[in-house]
T-cell receptor, first 115, second 118 residues
Framework: KAGVTQTPRYLIKTRGQQVTLSCSPI?????VSWYQQTPGQGLQFLFE???????NKGNFPGRFSGRQFSNSRSEMNVSTLELGDSALYLC??????????????FGPGTRLTVL | AQTVTQSQPEMSVQEAETVTLSCTYD???????LFWYKQPPSRQMILVIR????KQQNATENRFSVNFQKAAKSFSLKISDSQLGDTAMYFC??????WGSGTYKYIFGTGTRLKVLA
């Protein structure tokens, strides 16, 4: 079974631009969560989508948004990029059949650099 | 608010030796889950081990085991017979579920970079 895939793997943008990242979960997984990983802050939870609905949200500004499609693929959008948005963005998928402690499977991440 | 602290930014261990990574957390909850994740260099993060707070028995997964001290809010990871492939960043994570709403909250520590020396 194919793992979680994320595209693109690397991205360079300038301040003020917007960016869209994509995540394809493991086949059959219905939940996709997004995390921001930085050296100073570690991993911080952005949000989770399940059945095309945002079910959980971390403490990030409204510039960070996402959506999920009917095939469970998810996109994350960051508008008006700031230098501090430079990070590795990870997505993780899980079955979410009812046990919300299902194991999360992580993708390789998208490394975003904001200049 | 819950916090997770990993006080050891970097550690090293000789191959075949045993190493313990520490993790402490702060919460007023009684029902939660704890995890250790491993992120090898340039590779995907994977789950190493998980512990349900309501279980007194420490979780084990082959060479990986935890020492869960609920009262002390401590959750350390012991790696026995360390192998070169264990070189990675290790993250401790706390998760609190809200069963009624079906939501949860994950909080990760800042990680411990472990290097296994040949």
């Amino acid at each position: 079974k194919a793992g979680v895939t994320q595209t693109p793997r690397y991205l360079i943008k300038t301040r003020g631009q917007q960016v869209t990242l994509s995540c394809s979960p493991i086949s059959g997984h219905r939940s996709v969560s997004w995390y921001q990983q930085t050296p100073g802050q570690g991993l911080q939870f952005l949000f989770e989508y399940f059945s095309e609905t945002q079910r959980n949200k971390g403490n990030f500004p409204g510039r960070f948004s996402g959506r999920q499609f009917s095939n469970s693929r998810s996109e994350m959008n960051v508008s008006t990029l700031e230098l501090g948005d430079s990070a590795l963005y990870l997505c993780a998928s899980s079955l979410r059949t009812g046990d919300i402690t299902d194991t999360q499977y992580f993708g390789p991440g998208t490394r975003l650099t904001v200049l | 608010a819950q916090t997770v602290t990993q006080s050891q930014p970097e550690m090293s261990v000789q191959e075949a030796e045993t190493v313990t990574l520490s993790c402490t957390y702060d919460t007023s909850e009684s029902n939660y889950y704890l995890f250790w994740y491993k992120q090898p260099p340039s590779r995907q993060m994977i789950l190493v081990i998980r512990q349900e707070a309501y279980k007194q028995q420490n979780a084990t997964e082959n060479r990986f085991s935890v020492n869960f001290q609920k009262a002390a809010k401590s959750f350390s990871l012991k790696i026995s017979d360390s192998q070169l492939g264990d070189t990675a960043m290790y993250f401790c994570a706390f998760m609190k579920p809200s069963w009624g709403s079906g939501t949860y909250k994950y909080i990760f520590g800042t990680g411990t970079r472990l290097k296994v020396l040949a």
